[in-house]
């Protein structure tokens, strides 16, 4: 039997091995190093993190929400979207604010992740859950992604406020109406949009004792007919360059109140956004973008959990 030839007064065989083991332990470095998949999207420039939890069980806490929600010490967003398992639908989908808070519905990421799992699954129609019940997302021939957000919640206890009020005249400043969305909305109506000083009025509103959920505030100024201009302070998130829901809930209150028909364009600081109330719900049709995927280290992971 030849002996295997020596390096350096090793065997081959020794380097051989030497180099295996090394490969070994890097693996296994390498697979106890891997964190946690994100992806950053962002719809009229509302702005998501997506954590995708099918097949692993959710991952998402109030405390890596909000670290996570930190422009500066996380990733930074308007809202994060969580992918669940869901029962006798495609996926479900749970909504964190930057401040660590459930939002309860979300229409933009809504748009955004039905992208993601239409494209992952090669289809042009999608259904899911969320804490609203079930929806349907679709996409339309000019990549646009459109979904039925359900009816509007407008009795004053689904909204929900803290007493029996006319939804459509709140007792606010600035006669506001009152819808919900699964999740609660104040729609002002202002001669100017632009004009509103929104860090300052929008906090108010949002921590109203009239709403004991606290809420999102729309400001919205009519620009032509079917058209008008949307200015939001997002619950738990501040100022944000669009909100779907929101869109959905302004289309809603511009319709009661006389302003617009049925089906609206709605020019949001970050981009337009359609809105349709049909017999079957409001419909919210908008861009989607996915901007970059990234992975959590386990050290910060484990840090906020």
């Not at 295996?20 to 946690?36: E, Y």
């Not at 028909?261 to 409001?282: F, M, N, P, Q, S």
């Not at 919210?284 to 484990?302: I, Q």
Request: aromatic share 6%; proline share 5%.
């Amino acid at each position: 039997m030849t002996a295997a030839p020596r390096v350096k007064g090793k065997s081959a065989r020794h380097w051989q091995n030497r180099l295996v083991g090394r490969i070994c332990r890097f693996m296994k470095d390498t697979k106890a190093q891997t964190g946690l998949p994100f992806m950053k999207m962002h719809g009229a420039g509302n702005d998501f993190v997506v954590i995708d939890s099918r097949g692993s069980g959710t991952v998402m806490t109030e405390g890596l929400a909000r670290a996570l929600g930190d422009r500066n010490r996380g990733v930074g967003f308007d809202q994060l979207a969580e992918i669940t398992d869901a029962e006798g639908a495609d996926f479900g989908l749970v909504f964190w604010n930057s401040d660590g808070s459930q939002a309860g519905a979300c229409g933009n990421a809504t748009r955004c992740v039905s992208d993601y799992v239409m494209r992952g699954l090669g289809a042009d129609r999608v259904d899911l859950v969320t804490a609203r019940g079930g929806l349907r997302a679709e996409r339309l021939p000019d990549c646009r992604v459109s979904v039925n957000m359900g009816q509007p919640q407008l009795g004053w206890d689904q909204v929900p406020l803290a007493r029996a009020v006319d939804t459509l005249h709140l007792p606010l400043g600035g006669d506001p109406v009152a819808v919900g969305m699964g999740n609660p909305h104040c729609v002002r109506f202002v001669g100017d949009a632009e004009a509103v000083d929104l860090a300052g009025v929008g906090p108010r509103h949002e921590h109203d004792p009239l709403f004991p959920e606290r809420t999102n505030v729309e400001f919205v100024s009519v620009l032509g007919p079917d058209h008008l201009r949307m200015r939001v302070w997002e619950r738990g998130a501040g100022i944000t360059l669009a909100c779907g829901s929101g869109a959905c809930a302004t289309a809603v209150a511009a319709h009661l109140r006389g302003l617009t028909g049925r089906h609206v364009v709605i020019e949001a600081d970050g981009g337009t956004l359609e809105i349709d109330w049909r017999e079957d719900g409001v419909w919210l049709t908008g861009p989607v973008a996915r901007v970059f995927d990234g992975v959590l280290s386990p050290d910060y992971v484990a840090a906020h959990r």
